[in-house]
DNA sequence: CGCTATCATCGTATTTCGACGAACAACGAC
DNA sequence: GTCGTTGTTCGTCGAAATACGATGATAGCG
């Protein structure tokens, strides 16, 4: 099948946002803007650790940015890969 | 936060569709139509009893629809559940 | 330099997922 | 009733996910 491949990398999005914390991460980043990771965490159910890890995850599928600012770091979406999904879902 | 209960209730929807074999059983029904489970599950990479775990993942995520017809089990998309899914998807 | 602040990563315990084969249930044909 | 077909559920096991605290790394302040 052509769309095998594509396939795969979709349901590694979807994996991804298959949990709330990350779910919520996304929101925030998309309705709010670029923030600080201190930002994101503060506003989540869970310990720092916790919330670096899933910002990992999100950042390993693709569907968020990252860039140091000296001693922080700054998370934002990755609006290309939002407009993939976008594009994918509405062909359901 | 407003959303909170939704967001739980879509990061399950994206959980369901965050496998790759969950994510062919939702694009053969909607691509094709309603179908057998026999039928689904020949295309699928996993043995039959496998096929139905995730039959059974995507029905309780509330994204197919299931109905006996005599010793056949009638697969097919919850259309509603889908145009949820896009309109979700379509804010972000 | 040492000190603080900010995050990431490591180590670990618990839970959940995903796969299979075996056993079970429901239906139709006979 | 007994088969044969279809599909689900159960039991199990290794792999992955998820949470936390502890540790490590880096940047800026003094």
Do not use: C
């Amino acid at each position: 099948m052509v769309n095998r491949r594509k396939d795969e990398h979709m349901a590694n999005a979807f994996r991804a946002l298959g949990h709330p914390v990350r779910l919520r991460i996304v929101r925030i980043l998309n309705d709010e803007g670029a923030s600080f990771a201190g930002d994101i965490t503060r506003r989540l159910p869970v310990v720092a650790s916790t919330a670096s890890q899933h910002l990992k995850i999100l950042r390993e599928a693709g569907l968020i940015n990252d860039a140091a600012d000296g001693p922080h770091r700054y998370y934002s979406v990755n609006k290309q890969a939002l407009l993939d999904l976008k594009a994918w879902v509405r062909k359901l």
